[in-house]
């Protein structure tokens, strides 16, 4: 394999830009005068997101001139050229749960390649939520870890559940499914345990093996950018709903791998 740049300094890179993000973000939770905005697609955005993404954004511009960056906050490039390098910041996943003072919610930062035939591939994410007191990261052929409280970081790996019955979901609600509604609620009802946890801690624990399947049907480049490769790299599997690999469609899917074209099938037939 082969890209531009050394990948082991932009791992490094994600890590100092983990520190600044986490010092702003954190600082901000539970703040009094926390300011927040419903931006046109109804969705809330405070003062931390915008001032995550803008530090983001100045690091970058110092460290790596030369590549891209698309926001959630302030948009993307009007074009990204083949052969270019580009950055995809979420400056806080679970912008909800950070305003109402629950402790999940991370900022995602990631990697991704355009090849010279025009197609993209994440090469580094990281994620990470400092009310957890945890980061998971990961690079292409690297592997994928997990570090707790500042402490050493340690490898993780996918489950090896292979039988729905045996099987762990989470998920976030049950918003957006359309058509596939109850055909996601009866898989869920095959499933050995479901849990509502959401947003990008339920890919982190499928990532972990704690959990096995983890979906959402409506997701922006932003918010599955930096966990997909987390997954991948911890050995599962990351799709669209129509089973595309990768996030760069509408909605996201992480497995451990054995169960997810059962999954897919189960949530996409049709009657």
Known sequence: ??????????????KVLADASDEISFDRFHAQDLVIETK??????????????????????????????????????????????????????????????????????????????????????MVSSPALFRRWYAALGFGAFTEVNGGPATQISVSGVKNLADASLSFSDLVGWGERRERYMSFMEKAWRVRGIGDFWSHMLVAEGAADIAAEPSLALWDMAAVSIVVTEAGGRFSDLENNPGPFGKSGVSTNGHLHDLFISAVTERN
Do not use: C, H
């Not at 697609?41 to 460290?63: F, H, S, W, Y």
């Not at 790596?64 to 580009?86: C, H, K, M, W």
């Open 1 to 14: 394999m082969s890209y531009p740049g050394d990948l082991f300094s932009d791992v490094e890179l994600l």
């Open 40 to 125: 046109p697609d109804a969705t809330p955005v405070t003062d931390a997101d915008r001032a995550v993404e803008n530090k983001i954004r100045e690091i970058l511009a110092n460290e790596r001139p030369a590549d891209l960056i698309v926001g959630e906050e302030f948009g993307s490039p009007n074009q990204i050229a083949s052969g270019t390098r580009y950055w995809v910041i979420d400056p806080i996943d679970g912008t909800k749960n950070f305003l109402r003072g629950v402790p999940i919610w991370a900022t995602l930062i990631a990697l991704v390649e355009r090849n010279e035939s025009g197609s993209d591939q994440v090469i580094a994410g």
